[in-house]
């Protein structure tokens, strides 16, 4: 029986909050407010802690998505290696925001203006891509009216945003450059780099040796003067197949200057634009510059 009751009397003192003065009395343990504890072996709500890594992790991810290193940033520009890329840094080739910067490891942000030997840089990988249009499609972007664009045939080319240099309307089939090199699409398109395209093209009717001498020569077409490179039939084909070249990019240009001497344009193709050929490039096709071809175009 007195086992009994100690037994019991324990269990109750291991789980009552009073404890004994010296003089007998009893009095309440106090506790500390949840949180504040100084105890070594004191842990918070577990979902406080989960929150908490939460947060801390989303902040530090957000700072360093928001900048990138300046070697790295020229590098992914395409103009050299990492380690290439220090040297020029160290001997004050890059700017940022207009201040030269020499410091190795120097960060910057994607919104920041970043200049290489004075010109305007993007931390985004070059591309060029070749493609020979077909007949029926347009070359914009994206079209209200649903008809089919070129970028649909480009889509798996890249994965940055590449976009048409120039333009050929929606029946005239070849050669279309696109990239997202913003310096080289403007020196393409500006009528001082001269920039040659061939076109062959198919008329309604043969031209007449005086009407191919006519469009050699220099003439005015709405008001301008326009500049045909060389104009010649195509060697043992019908004199209804020109070919054509110019530097002109004034919209519709060939079919234009055709139209103004009396022939109408069933088919026009375009087969070399800026040195570029359609050789081993099917209808439809698309495929990547080489490093060389690149190179030609920059130099331009």
Request: hydrophobic share 30%; with cysteine.
């Amino acid at each position: 029986m007195t086992s009994k009751n100690n037994s019991s009397r324990g269990r109750q003192s291991g789980s009552s909050n009073k404890q004994t003065k010296k003089d007998g009395s009893s009095f309440e343990k106090s506790k500390k407010p949840f949180g504040k504890s100084k105890d070594k072996n004191f842990r918070p709500h577990p979902q406080k802690i989960k929150n908490f890594k939460q947060k801390s992790s989303t902040v530090t991810k957000t700072s360093e998505s928001d900048e990138i290193r300046l070697n790295k940033y020229i590098a992914n520009s395409g103009i050299c290696s990492r380690r290439e890329a220090d040297t020029y840094i160290k001997s004050g080739s890059a700017t940022v925001n207009g201040e030269i910067i020499t410091e190795m490891g120097f960060k910057v942000k994607l919104t920041d203006e970043v200049r290489f030997d004075d010109a305007l840089i993007s931390p985004e990988a070059k591309r060029y891509v070749l493609l020979n249009k077909p007949k029926n499609y347009i070359t914009t972007m994206d079209d209200e009216r649903g008809r089919k664009t070129v970028m649909e045939l480009i889509n798996k080319a890249a994965k940055e945003r590449i976009y048409p240099v120039g333009r050929l309307d929606r029946l005239t089939t070849g050669l279309l450059l696109f990239t997202n090199d913003g310096e080289m699409a403007k020196k393409l398109t500006h009528p001082k780099h001269q920039v040659k395209k061939l076109y062959q093209v198919n008329l309604d009717k043969k031209l007449s040796m005086t009407d191919l001498n006519k469009i050699a020569e220099n003439f005015v077409l709405d008001g301008k003067m326009v500049f045909v490179d060389k104009v010649s039939y195509i060697e043992n084909k019908p004199k209804t197949e020109i070919g054509i070249e110019i530097h002109s990019g004034r919209n519709r240009i060939v079919r234009r200057i055709f139209e103004h001497f009396g022939y109408k344009v069933t088919k026009l193709d375009r087969v070399i634009f800026a040195g570029l050929t359609k050789k081993n490039l099917s209808r439809g096709v698309w495929r990547h510059l080489s490093e060389q071809e690149v190179n030609n175009l920059k130099m331009i």
